[in-house]
């Protein structure tokens, strides 16, 4: 949209760089093109603004396939007027110069012509084509089909108008027979899933069997190494037993040697204290008979009183302590008496 400017009955023109200006006065022209400013008088003016940036068209309609199949095509045609001064001369572009909008609706008018072509020609290739094949190439097909036709087209090339690139963004059947063709995928899709289920169970299986095939294998190892261990224990300690029975049976010996030893020293010693004491015991009854003898020869040549004598003091010697000894004067009579009677004699 051009800017305007009122100034003491002129007005003041600006447009933006991507718009192209066309000034006529009195029906002729006095100036045109892009991004034009300048002063004008409104009452002898006629001005068109078109546009000359690459625009966008969204495209919505439906067709019929050849097995009478409905298909919603939704596209988007990308378009540029490369000759703006045609345009200006085919479609109103003429804008109000107190406003600087525009009088009627140019790019619904280029819009309807762009659609209204599309749409021919994408019919035309659907109405041949089946449903399968519509969804299986159909958006290439119709890209290529809507651009050709597009590009050919006698009258979009009088009108100054070029198609820049055509974009096919939908093409689907009815919500009902959309919903049907997506069983068999959604089935197949399900089946895949339900097959890679079961390829990654059955590996997990595998896996789950080897893991336990392993620790089985270890178990067998750990249980003969334990065998191995115990057989190896029972040996050592039966070489144990061994070596200390022949300890002891050595021991056994040496003490049986030991005690042979010192019970035949003991005999010995035995016997030789036996002999000893036997001679000793013979010297002395001889020692004593010899002493007994010279005592009997003794008393056989010693006389009455020595006899005598020698039998009060064996009897002295054979007699208890006296401490304390009293003499009455009987016993002292007696006694004097015998002494007398002795002497007298």
């Known amino acids: 949209?051009?800017?305007?400017?009122?100034?003491?009955?002129?007005?003041?023109?600006?447009?933006?760089?991507?718009?192209?200006?066309?000034?006529?006065?009195?029906?002729?022209?006095?100036?045109?093109?892009?991004?034009?400013?300048?002063?004008?008088?409104?009452?002898?003016?006629?001005?068109?603004?078109?546009?000359?940036?690459?625009?966008?068209?969204?495209?919505?309609?439906?067709?019929?396939?050849?097995?009478?199949q409905d298909l919603t095509v939704q596209a988007t045609v990308t378009f540029r007027i490369t000759d703006p001064a045609v345009a200006a001369t085919r479609v109103?572009?003429?804008?109000?110069?107190?406003?600087?909008?525009?009088?009627?609706?140019?790019?619904?008018?280029?819009?309807?012509?762009?659609?209204?072509?599309?749409?021919?020609?994408?019919?035309?290739?659907?109405?041949?084509?089946?449903?399968?094949?519509?969804?299986?190439?159909?958006?290439t097909l119709l890209r290529q089909r809507i651009g050709e036709g597009l590009g050919g087209d006698q009258r979009l090339a009088e009108t100054g108008l070029a198609v820049i690139a055509v974009r096919?963004?939908?093409?689907?059947?009815?919500?009902?027979?959309?919903?049907?063709?997506?069983?068999?995928a959604r089935e197949q899709v399900?089946?895949?899933?339900?097959?890679?289920?079961?390829?990654?169970?059955?590996?997990?299986?595998?896996?789950?069997?080897?893991?336990?095939?392993?620790?089985?294998?270890?178990?067998?190892?750990l249980a003969r190494r334990e065998e191995e261990l115990i057989r190896q224990q029972g040996e050592n300690a039966r070489r144990q037993a061994e070596q200390a029975a022949a300890d002891d049976g050595i021991r056994?010996?040496?003490?049986?040697?030991?005690?042979?030893r010192l019970a035949a020293?003991?005999?010995?010693?035995?016997?030789?204290?036996?002999?000893?004491?036997a001679e000793s015991d013979r010297a002395l009854g001889e020692a004593r008979a010899a002493g007994e003898a010279a005592w009997l020869a003794a008393h056989q040549q010693a006389g009455p009183e020595v006899l005598r004598a020698l039998a009060l003091i064996r009897l002295a010697e054979?007699?208890?302590?006296?401490d304390n000894l009293t003499l009455t004067p009987d016993v002292l009579?007696?006694?004097?008496?015998?002494?007398g009677g002795g002497q007298s004699s």
Request: hydrophobic share 45%; aromatic share 6%; charged share 30%.
């Open 1 to 68: 949209m051009a800017d305007i400017t009122r100034r003491f009955g002129f007005r003041h023109l600006r447009a933006a760089p991507t718009s192209y200006v066309r000034h006529l006065e009195r029906g002729k022209l006095r100036r045109e093109g892009a991004g034009l400013a300048y002063w004008f008088r409104p009452l002898a003016a006629s001005v068109s603004e078109v546009p000359a940036d690459d625009r966008e068209l969204s495209l919505l309609f439906h067709a019929r396939t050849a097995d009478f």
């Open 92 to 139: 109103d572009f003429g804008i109000d110069l107190a406003t600087g909008r525009w009088r009627a609706e140019p790019l619904d008018q280029i819009g309807g012509l762009l659609t209204e072509t599309a749409q021919q020609h994408a019919l035309e290739l659907i109405a041949r084509t089946t449903l399968a094949a519509a969804l299986a190439d159909g958006i």
């Open 168 to 184: 096919i963004t939908a093409l689907r059947p009815e919500a009902e027979l959309e919903r049907a063709l997506r069983t068999p």
């Open 190 to 221: 399900q089946q895949e899933a339900d097959r890679a289920t079961y390829e990654r169970r059955a590996v997990a299986v595998e896996r789950e069997r080897a893991i336990a095939e392993n620790e089985l294998a270890n178990q067998i190892e």
């Open 252 to 260: 056994a010996e040496a003490e049986a040697v030991r005690r042979t």
């Open 265 to 277: 020293a003991e005999a010995e010693a035995a016997t030789i204290l036996a002999t000893a004491k």
């Open 318 to 322: 054979h007699l208890p302590n006296i």
């Open 333 to 339: 009579t007696g006694l004097l008496a015998k002494l």
